[in-house]
Structures are given as structure tokens and as C-alpha cells.
């Protein structure tokens, strides 16, 4: 049974940072690319960062690009998403998905498996 739990969301002022976490189980971790998306009240889920089966290559939304950073660590079956200069834009529920491939995508139906998700709140 693969699982995925996030951790890390909270509330914080604009201009701040936090370190969103996803452990894994159940499946060959480091075989698959893994992302983050998130989902505004009213609005899609939508892509935020991928990371490639073995840490080398990452991809990120135009909106989060040099402010976000996505990583993961094999050994410990983690992922992490470091955001800083967050803005209230930023403020959503972020969920990490584990692709079926190798390479991470922006869409949401190449990733067969979903934590439960983490609230971010930015306030101005």
C-alpha cells in the first residue's frame, strides 16, 4: 500500500519561509518522479515543482520559479519543497504526488498516487 504524508504547512506572514515534507512508503521510492501542487479555494489543483527519479533534474512553475526549491532524499524516501519570499497568492493546500515515470510533468493525471495534502496560509 503506497502512502504518501506531507507535512510542514502553517501560517506565516508574507515575506516568510517554510519547508514543506513528503515521506513515502510502500513503493520503490526512487525509481519515480515526484512533484508538488496545490489547490486554492475555487480554484484547479495546479502544478508547482517536479523532481526527476534521481534528484538531477526539477522543473518548476513560472509563478514559484526562484523563490521555490524542490529536492528529495532516496535513502529516507522524503521529498521537500523550501519556499521562501512567500506571498499571500501563495496560500493554498499542497499535495505531493508520486508519478508512474521517471520525469515529473505538470499533469495531474500522470501521478497515481497523492498524500493528503498540507494548508499553507500566507497573510499581508
Known amino acids: 500500500q503506497v502512502r504518501l504524508v506531507e507535512s510542514g504547512g502553517g501560517l506565516v506572514q508574507a515575506g516568510g519561509s517554510l519547508r514543506l515534507s513528503c515521506a513515502a512508503s510502500?513503493?520503490?521510492?526512487?525509481?519515480?518522479?515526484m512533484a508538488w501542487f496545490r489547490q486554492a479555494p475555487g480554484k484547479e489543483r495546479e502544478f508547482v515543482a517536479g523532481?526527476?527519479?534521481?534528484?538531477?533534474?526539477?522543473s518548476y512553475a513560472d509563478s514559484v520559479k526562484g523563490r521555490f526549491t524542490i529536492s528529495r532524499d532516496n535513502a529516507k524516501n522524503l521529498v521537500y519543497l523550501q519556499m521562501n519570499s512567500l506571498k499571500p497568492e501563495d496560500t493554498a493546500i499542497y499535495y505531493c504526488?508520486?508519478?508512474?515515470?521517471?520525469?515529473?510533468?505538470?499533469?495531474?493525471?500522470?501521478?497515481?498516487?497523492w498524500g493528503q495534502g498540507t494548508q499553507v496560509t500566507v497573510s499581508s
Open positions: 510502500g513503493r520503490t521510492f526512487a525509481r519515480y518522479a
Open positions: 504526488g508520486s508519478s508512474n515515470s521517471r520525469w515529473p510533468t505538470a499533469i495531474n493525471d500522470e501521478y497515481d498516487y
Open positions: 523532481i526527476d527519479w534521481s534528484g538531477g533534474s526539477t
